[in-house]
């Protein structure tokens, strides 16, 4: 259990820090701004913005109704004008252009807008920047980037006369815009002009701004003015901007301690919206260079006035529809439902699959909501981040890991689904941006493939040492038999042609009372590794092991001269390991007999209930057994049939007599294999013609003269077990002739 948990977690880790390092991969990073973050604002839908922020469209529209060129470029700048007198008649609170005036037109024109905008006392304009790649500055260069190459500035007759003019540079198609900048760096940090625009929205937070800094660092307070209208009134408010970011980049824990001094301050409701917005003030000073946009929606849903509408504000008869503008920010520039090949579109999360997309004053509009609102889209803290992808990856491995496929891929595509629904929720009411792609695209599959590819690594492993052990019990063939179909295995089977070698041990019983349990183990494994190496050696296999005895087979189709030979030279060469071993053990001896036959045989598997044994069966086995037995009457090592022997050349064998095996009813003729007939020395070959000489007169009943015959044979080997076995049994046969007609066949009633 502990191994499997051990195991599970491993998997898990594994997955949580694949996780972190692709985290790091811009090409990852990329996949959650486009795919993870597109696939939250989907799930949020639109939203309602505030109505604090108006876009007025310079639009084809109105250049229909204005009988004006569509190019807002050669727009007469008196219609600004007039759109400035009209908005102030109206109460806005700033004027925003998103609009480059860069050169001179018509000199009348140029005068009566730059009239307007002096007397309007609150119009920022926007700086033209020709631009290359740099990254944001919390991206890690994953998303669009850009280098600022020329700053270009207002047409000094018009600049002059705006509060201030600034830069609002954004990544062209086919870029996705994802983020904004604040500060826009490489243009000299010069703050942008939706921060300025907000700046002096915010212009009566302003004194509570400086007295809070106050509070928290009563030196850096007297480096600023005590109010802001010094600044507005001298076109200095963009550099004040600088000095105050300035200051906050000086002291990384400002922004924290003033927002810790807010917290701790009134917050009755007469309080709740000022606090609220030194508190964004405080963030966005504070805070990052670069922020991640919060969409309201497609194209106009931030509140939009056509350009020619908004010129019909100073007659109230014929303003129709048109909404309340006192207190509030309006930002002009090229706003309507355009293709991308257009000016000024943008690529965002709900850029339409035909083609529409955002003007950028509307992004312009949109980062001032927010940051009105103090919404934008907040990515979760780096640490957090981490925490959750390994924490992620350690759930996902270990739920995978210690699951069926079928649970695992559930229990993750579950998983994942509450983990959108939660990440969505929390995007929904806070603008906490969770990680999507890495976890869910990622984690989510590897963890379950991962988790798969492993457990059949370890079930294939198992396999294989189930195979191995299953080899030291049965053939290969009936490993892969198993292996393929359990169900059938019980009647699984065949006639094959087939030699059984059966071997025992003599005296087996009486040497098991001598030894304890382990040590006849140990002295049994010893055997058996050397006489199955013959075995093995000549092809053979080991099918059936009992304590002293073991049955090895080799088997074909049909008879073959091959086979038989094979298994003779086998039994010659365990008897010969025998004697090696034998030789290794002291004071201890395992003779040993050996039994040789062939035949038909049916090898399969044998059994019922739950427990079954592959071998073989049939009279095959069963002589080649008996045979092994009557090695104990003869007082031989190996005995051959005649079915096993015939016509085999470079074997010296004898034949030994005919017997009527115990439960047979065909007699059988046997061999004694001696050896090979190489190795063989005349003496051996002479003992052998005796023999044969001796078994013709005893078959002929000639008693004394097979007796004769074979105490010769004896002369030649002392050890020859058949002619002792004969010559007993001659004298028997003297005493008390066989009855019956006689054929030389030796009935033994024993096994």
Not at 28 to 43: M, Q
Not at 332 to 354: C, H, P
């Amino acid at each position: 259990m502990l191994s499997r948990v051990i195991k599970a977690v491993s998997l898990g880790l594994l997955v949580g820090l694949t996780g972190l390092v692709l985290s790091y991969v811009p090409f990852f990073h990329e996949l959650e701004e486009d795919v993870g973050l597109g696939l939250l604002f989907k799930f949020r839908g639109g939203g309602q913005p505030p109505a604090d922020a108006v876009v007025v469209s310079i639009d084809k529209e109105s250049a229909e109704q204005l009988n004006i060129p569509e190019n807002p470029d050669k727009w007469a700048r008196s219609l600004h004008a007039r759109l400035i007198d009209n908005l102030i008649r109206a109460g806005a609170a700033v004027i925003t252009f998103d609009v480059h005036f860069l050169e001179p037109r018509v000199a009348e024109d140029d005068k009566l807008f730059a009239q307007a905008i002096s007397k309007a006392g609150n119009v920022v304009l926007a700086d033209a920047l020709s631009a290359k790649e740099i990254p944001f500055a919390n991206t890690g260069g994953a998303v669009p980037e850009h280098r600022v190459v020329k700053f270009l500035k207002p047409l000094p007759l018009l600049g002059s006369a705006a509060v201030a003019t600034a830069p609002f540079v954004l990544p062209r198609i086919p870029f996705k815009v994802n983020q904004y900048w604040t500060f826009q760096t490489g243009a000299g940090d010069s703050p942008t002009f939706p921060i300025v625009a907000y700046q002096i929205f915010g212009s009566k937070a302003y004194g509570d701004f400086i007295r809070l800094l106050e509070k928290v660092r009563p030196s850096l307070a007297g480096k600023l003015p005590p109010a802001l209208d010094t600044a507005i009134k001298e076109r200095k408010l963009v550099k004040l901007m600088r000095d105050i970011k300035d200051l906050f980049e000086s002291d990384g824990a400002l922004a924290r301690q003033m927002i810790e001094e807010l917290e701790r301050s009134d917050s009755s409701a007469e309080n709740r919206e000022k606090n609220k917005m030194l508190a964004t003030l405080v963030k966005l000073y504070g805070g990052s260079n670069s922020r991640y946009v919060n969409y309201y929606g497609s194209p106009h849903t931030v509140t939009t006035i056509p350009f020619y509408r908004a010129l019909q504000l100073a007659d109230g008869t014929k303003s129709g529809n048109l909404p309340e503008l006192k207190g509030k920010a309006v930002f002009v520039g090229l706003s309507e439902r355009i293709l991308a090949e257009r000016k000024d579109s943008f690529y965002t999360v709900f850029s339409q699959a035909n083609g529409v997309f955002i003007g950028g004053v509307e992004i312009a509009a949109t980062a001032f909501l927010n940051m009105l609102e103090d919404r934008p889209v907040n990515p979760i803290d780096s640490q957090y981040y981490l925490l959750l992808i390994v924490l992620w990856g350690v759930l996902i491995g270990s739920i995978c890991r210690t699951s069926s496929i079928i649970i695992g891929a559930t229990s993750a595509v579950v998983l994942s689904v509450v983990y959108f629904v939660f990440a969505g929720f929390q995007f929904k009411t806070a603008g906490t941006w969770f990680p999507i792609v890495v976890p869910l695209f990622i984690q989510s599959p590897l963890g379950f493939v991962g988790a798969v590819l492993w457990n059949y690594v370890e079930t294939n492993k198992e396999r294989q040492q189930i195979r191995k052990a299953l080899a030291y019990y049965v053939p290969d063939e009936v490993v892969d038999q198993l292996a393929k179909n359990m169900v059938d295995i019980k009647n699984s089977g065949s006639m094959v042609y087939g030699a059984c070698l059966f071997a025992d041990v003599a005296g087996y019983t009486t040497l098991s009372e001598k030894m304890t349990p382990q040590q006849l183990s140990d002295l049994m494994h010893k055997y058996f590794e050397a006489t199955f190496e013959p075995v093995k050696k000549h092809g053979g296999i080991v099918v059936n092991l009992k304590g002293d005895s073991f049955l090895a087979i080799w088997k074909a189709t049909h008879m073959e001269d091959g086979l038989r030979r094979q298994a003779c030279l086998a039994a010659l060469d365990v008897a010969k390991a025998v004697h090696r071993f034998n030789g290794t053990v002291e004071n201890l001896d395992l003779p040993t007999r050996v039994g040789v036959h062939s035949g038909q045989i049916f090898l399969g598997n044998i059994g019922a209930g739950d427990h079954y044994e592959y071998g073989p069966t049939g009279d095959t086995v069963n002589t080649a057994s008996r045979m092994d037995g009557l090695n104990k009457y003869l007082g031989t090592e190996v005995l051959a049939s005649d079915e096993i022997v015939q016509q085999l050349d470079g074997l010296l064998t004898r034949e030994v007599g005919k017997f009527m095996l115990k439960g047979k009813t065909q007699p059988m003729v046997v061999h004694e294999l001696l050896g090979r007939v190489d190795e063989a020395d005349d003496k051996q070959k002479k003992s052998c013609e005796i023999f044969a000489e001796a078994l013709g007169a005893f078959r002929k009943q000639s008693w004394d003269e097979a007796m004769e015959k074979f105490h010769q044979a004896i002369e030649y080997s002392e050890t020859d077990g058949p002619a002792r076995f004969y010559i007993k049994l001659c004298e028997e046969y003297k005493n008390k002739p066989p009855e019956g007609p006689w054929d030389g066949v030796i009935p033994l009633e024993e096994k």
